[in-house]
């Protein structure tokens, strides 16, 4: 059995906040085909409202949200690809 395949890029987001990771993500996603997939990490406690949102209005599909890492180091990470 295999595993998710490794996305296209990661953007690690951690120390931006959420403004300014979604217009890296806007970015990012731009240089990838459609169909690859991009990693996007973040600390922002907006994230897991605002990237869903994000990428439902331009078209691209979520894939994974999670939060993970342990206290106060933990983050969200998203798994969108691109539509």
């Known amino acids: 059995m295999t595993g998710p395949s490794a996305p296209a890029a990661v953007l ?3 120390s931006a906040p959420c403004a300014i990771g979604l217009i890296r993500a806007a970015e990012r996603v731009r240089a990838l ?3 690859q997939e ?3 990490l ?3 406690r907006f994230a897991p409202y605002e990237v ?4 439902e209005r331009d ?3 979520l894939l994974a949200q999670e939060r ?6 933990r983050y969200w990470r ?4 691109r539509g």
């Not at 869903?52 to 990428?55: D, M, Q, S, V, Y």
Request: aromatic share 10%; no cysteine.
């Open 12 to 14: 690690d987001n951690r």
């Open 33 to 35: 085909t459609p169909g």
């Open 38 to 40: 991009l990693e996007v």
């Open 42 to 44: 973040s600390r922002d």
């Open 52 to 55: 869903p949102l994000w990428a």
């Open 59 to 61: 078209g691209h599909a």
């Open 68 to 73: 993970t890492g342990l206290w106060p180091r």
């Open 78 to 81: 998203f798994r969108i690809r």
